[in-house]
Nanobody, 122 residues
Framework: QVQLVESGGGLVQPGGSLRLSCAAS????????LGWYRQAPGKQRELVAG????????NYSDAVKGRFSISRDNAKLTAYLQMNSLKPEDTAVYYC???????????????WGQGTQVTVAS
């Protein structure tokens, strides 16, 4: 099972940017689609961005479309989430996880990591 470690979170002012990273433990990383998820206090975890195994297909939730960009570097076993124009409602713990297909990212199959906290506040 692919192990994933998220990093790059922090405190940022509204309108600011952050880049999150997701490091994978397995060289079969390229065999999986990958998603970024977030969970705000008192809310369910939601999928905000997904990318196919070789990056040809990328999808975003309506809440982040046009502001966030997902990418991956399979040679480095790492995926990224570039977050621009951040809003207070983006405050959450962000996680990454994998699935065999992009269409299955709603029910990912990897292990959940600790996540990385993103706080957007002035």
């Amino acid at each position: 099972q692919v192990q994933l470690v998220e990093s790059g979170g922090g405190l940022v002012q509204p309108g600011g940017s952050l880049r999150l990273s997701c490091a994978a433990s397995e060289t079969i990383f390229s065999g999986y689609a990958l998603g970024w998820y977030r969970q705000a206090p008192g809310k369910q975890r939601e999928l905000v961005a997904g990318i196919s195994n070789y990056g040809r297909t990328r999808n975003y939730s309506d809440a982040v479309k046009g502001r966030f960009s997902i990418s991956r570097d399979n040679a480095k076993l790492t995926a990224y989430l570039q977050m621009n124009s951040l809003k207070p409602e983006d405050t959450a713990v962000y996680y990454c996880n994998v699935a065999l297909r992009s269409a299955s990212l709603a029910t990912p199959t990897g292990s959940w990591g600790q996540g990385t906290q993103v706080t957007v506040a002035s």
